[in-house]
């Protein structure tokens, strides 16, 4: 398993590395392993060129981090469905690191409702 570090600001005048280095500590309690994926680009626009890359590089059970959900979207409820499926599809576990909810895998009546209030 491979944790895929996303960050994304919107213009090359923003510092979308700024948080990097907080993610790369925080992934260490799932793997020991990490790729970073850096973009300047909108998060409006579903097709970009960095997240497309990660999903094209994922595996089954990688885990997808991200800083909070706005730096993986600003999407229309409908895009972000898509997102949503695509990285479903992939079989990724999305982490969002200022989502406690999203830190733990819970199994039974208490992991389904973390899923339904995650989704």
């Not at 898509?82 to 208490?110: E, F, Y």
Request: negative net charge.
């Amino acid at each position: 398993m491979t944790v895929r570090i996303y960050v994304r600001a919107s213009t090359k005048d923003q510092d979308a590395k700024r948080a990097l280095s907080d993610l790369i500590g925080f992934s260490k309690s799932y793997a020991d392993s990490y790729v970073d994926y850096i973009e300047n680009y909108s998060g409006t626009k579903l097709d970009r060129p960095v997240l497309t890359k990660l999903l094209d590089d994922a595996n089954q059970g990688d885990v997808l981090l991200v800083e909070s959900v706005d730096r993986l979207s600003r999407l229309s409820q409908d895009d972000f469905t898509i997102l949503k499926q695509r990285i479903k599809d992939k079989g990724l576990r999305l982490v969002v690191a200022d989502l406690p909810t999203t830190h733990t895998v819970n199994d039974g009546m208490t992991g389904e409702i973390l899923n339904v209030v995650n989704n």
